[in-house]
């Protein structure tokens, strides 16, 4: 059964840095590339970012280009985000999302989802 | 950058059929994909490929694409039913991930 469990989400200033996981299991996760998803408070859903599965090519959203790094390590079946600069705007929950092939391609889509972790930046 | 437009609310009695709209420039050149969300869980993916069911997805579950318009059918509407609903593209011009508005399904 596939898995995505992602923590490190917490209350941070504005300003502020934070470094979200997501732990994956149940599949071979260098086999996959693997994005983040966000939702604000009362919010649709926003793409952020995502990774191919071994040859780290990422892509980012417009809003996070330059604040944010996706990162992943295949030995601990990890993915990560790096998320300086926050802005009360960047409040929301994030969710891990697992692809559908190890690199992205025009019919991407996100097959398995974990249950989230929630970043607030409020001062 | 590519946009994805979709109604904020579709409402449907029981047992009828619901539709839900995905507009975007000449989609139909594109595969969308959707999900559905419920209060306080994370989505599901319902339709790939345009109209392609996951396993453990209802057949009363379809989908549509073409020209500027993707459409979500859900036959047979029943209680259960009741979430947003998301529609999602990959954008090969600017290398993004693009989902829709989103769309809350309410079974009167």
């Known amino acids: 059964e596939v898995q995505l469990l992602e923590s490190g989400g917490d209350l941070v200033q504005p300003g502020g840095s934070l470094r979200l996981s997501c732990a994956a299991s149940?599949?071979?996760?260098?086999?996959?590339?693997m994005s983040w998803v966000r939702q604000a408070p009362g919010k649709g859903l926003e793409w952020v970012s995502v990774?191919?599965?071994?040859?780290?090519?990422?892509y980012y959203a417009d809003s996070v280009r330059g604040r944010f790094t996706i990162s992943r390590d295949n030995s601990k079946n990890t993915l990560y985000l790096q998320m300086n600069s926050l802005r009360a705007e960047d409040t929301a929950l994030y969710y891990c999302?697992?692809?559908?092939?190890?690199?992205?391609?025009?019919?991407?889509?996100?097959?398995?989802w974990g249950q989230g972790t929630l970043v607030t930046v409020s001062s | 950058s590519y946009v994805l437009t979709q109604p904020p609310s579709v409402s449907v009695a029981p047992g009828k059929t619901a539709r839900i709209p995905c507009g975007g420039n000449?989609?139909?050149?594109?595969?969308v994909h959707w999900y559905q969300q419920k209060p306080g869980q994370a989505p599901l993916l319902v339709i790939h490929?345009?109209?392609d069911r996951p396993a453990g997805i209802p057949e009363r579950f379809s989908g549509s694409n073409s020209g500027n318009t993707a459409t979500l059918t859900i036959g047979r509407v029943e209680a259960g039913d009741e979430a947003d609903y998301y529609c999602?593209?990959?954008?090969?011009?600017?290398?993004?991930?693009?989902f829709g508005g989103g769309t809350k399904l309410t079974v009167l």
């Open positions: 000449n989609v139909g050149s594109k595969t």
């Open positions: 990774i191919s599965g071994s040859h780290g090519s990422a």
């Open positions: 490929y345009d109209s």
């Open positions: 999602q593209v990959w954008d090969s011009s600017s290398d993004r991930g693009v």
């Open positions: 999302a697992k692809t559908q092939i190890a690199v992205v391609v025009p019919s991407t889509y996100f097959d398995c």
């Open positions: 149940g599949f071979t996760f260098s086999n996959y590339a």
